[in-house]
DNA sequence: AATTGTGAATTGATTCACAGCT
DNA sequence: AGCTGTGAATCAATTCACAATT
């Protein structure tokens, strides 16, 4: 699988193209168009075919696309089969509020642990089920459970620590709340969701 | 100033200056070069400067930027100098944590109010200042304060009836929560941040 | 001497156009 | 006949290289 030179947004796309076939796996569709798929998805079909053929050739000419065939081989591309342990770090405001949001396990991923500094604050995790620790257990907690993937939602200033830590005792991805640009291996990932960067955005195109 | 052909990233990148540059007026420095910002916003000085030139020339050669000369017309271009009222649709999950979420506070955007189909729900927004209305006064409410931006946080089965209505109202720009493709004319602007789909792309740089 | 501003070159992603299967 | 797979063409963004300016 060459997991290197395949576009970024196609592997976004990927996760998108499976959750189109979702929505078609319930109407009971054997098998879908490129062009079909791709209109559910929001793309062009030519785009589809492309990003699919990064990975091989999973098509019929004249007929399209197995329906179950497709999903099984986006789950496999996307590393979505085998179930991976999320940690979260960082649990004040907003790490507290992803805690609770069950959007994460709709979609395969649970968040087994969380860190912080003060794990005991008030009110903070009311609701939510998971553990929180505190942040000097992190490391061991990783290398226990073979932890591979985190979501950090700390203050930027301490971002770049925790992030060192993680690495170093063995994480692979990031998805990073905090607002810094952070240094990493290159066999580390970080994908970065800054909210106020997103509205500040928006404003520049009201006029 | 031109709003077309200037690439998305660039603006996004405007931000990441923005931010860059409040820490070296921290310290105090009249003029920098697109040499150092680059470098603390993580690019290549020649695209900083290609991208402000989108907008004019700012510079001084031989010496580099004025630091508040820079971040006026930061400001200017993003729009961050005049006030934006925002509010929230869909005070779940999800949107409770971002009611409480103080990081827009920071950069300058402020939630001034949240609608729902169920305002009264328990414990929702224990701990936030901001009012939640029924949602079928969302349509009054955003033109009698002139509301232009709008965060939606509903299931993605409501979404695109949500965004029909805010558009309807007068809403110009959209920060969509909800993981699903909306429809909009193409005078309004939606930015999509869809957090299971960032976990979903993260497991695939997992080998 | 230092540093911007910018056309030209390059690199990257998308779309086209059609050959190749079923 | 219908639809995939893909090299070639196009479009977009980044980087280079250097002339222009202080």
Redesign the pocket.
């Known amino acids: 699988m060459p997991k290197v030179e395949v576009?970024?947004?196609?592997i976004y796309r990927l996760s998108i193209y499976q959750r189109s076939r979702l929505k078609l796996i319930e109407n009971n569709v054997e098998t879908v168009?490129?062009?079909a798929l791709a209109s559910a998805a929001g793309?062009?079909?030519?785009?589809l075919?492309?990003d699919?053929?990064y990975f091989g050739?999973?098509?019929?000419?004249?007929?399209?696309?197995n329906v179950k065939a497709l999903s099984r081989v986006l789950n496999d591309v996307l590393g979505t089969t085998s179930y991976q342990p999320v940690i979260l770090v960082g649990v004040g405001n907003l790490g507290s509020a992803l805690l609770r949001y069950k959007g994460f396990n709709k979609e395969g991923f649970e968040i087994t642990a969380a860190f912080d500094l003060a794990p005991t604050r008030e009110r903070r995790t009311e609701g939510a089920r998971v553990p929180v620790y505190s942040a000097n257990t992190m490391a061991d907690f990783i290398r226990n459970h073979q932890v591979r993937m985190a979501i950090i939602a700390v203050p930027s200033e301490a971002a770049q620590n925790v992030v060192n830590e993680l690495v170093e005792a063995g994480v692979q991805a990031i998805l990073n709340f905090s607002p810094t640009v952070l240094q990493v291996p290159e066999n580390v990932t970080v994908n970065n969701v800054d909210l106020a960067l997103e509205l500040e955005n928006l404003s520049y195109f009201i006029r």
Chains 1, 2 share one sequence.
């Not at 793309?43 to 785009?47: C, G, I, L, P, W």
């Not at 050739?57 to 696309?65: K, W």
Request: no cysteine; proline share 4%; glycine share 12%.
């Open positions: 576009p970024r947004k196609s168009s490129s062009e793309v062009k079909s030519t785009q075919r492309k699919l053929t050739q999973f098509g019929t000419r004249g007929l399209g696309y």
